[in-house]
């Protein structure tokens, strides 16, 4: 899972912003959110340090899931392939390779 998951993440940013890229505005607006690190079954069996990081710094399923109907729901035009997190367009927090 290591190398898996920033590889599927990465593919998930070329992706969404190829889509968003060849389906008109007005139609839909595609945008990728992050919900940040929630405390679910993912990583279980990451170990004791998973363990900890999840107890430190994960968020509620609940609190995740808000900013998943944000984007759904609340994000304009400027979302149109973008990076969201927290409820905001933060397209600065992607490397140069994804933008």
Not at 17 to 43: D, K
Not at 63 to 80: F, H, I, K, N
Request: hydrophobic share 45%; charged share 20%; with cysteine.
């Amino acid at each position: 899972m290591g190398e898996q998951y920033p590889l599927s993440k990465l593919l998930e940013v070329l992706l969404v912003q190829e889509l968003a890229g060849r389906v008109r505005r007005s139609e839909v607006i595609i945008n990728m959110m992050n919900p940040g690190l929630c405390n679910i079954q993912l990583g279980k069996e990451g170990g004791l340090r998973m363990k900890l990081m999840k107890m430190v710094l994960a968020r509620s399923i609940e609190v995740g899931s808000r900013t998943l109907v944000a984007g759904a729901t609340a994000a304009g035009l400027e979302s149109d392939g973008a990076y969201m997190t927290d409820k905001n367009v933060e397209n600065t927090a992607l490397s140069l390779f994804g933008c």
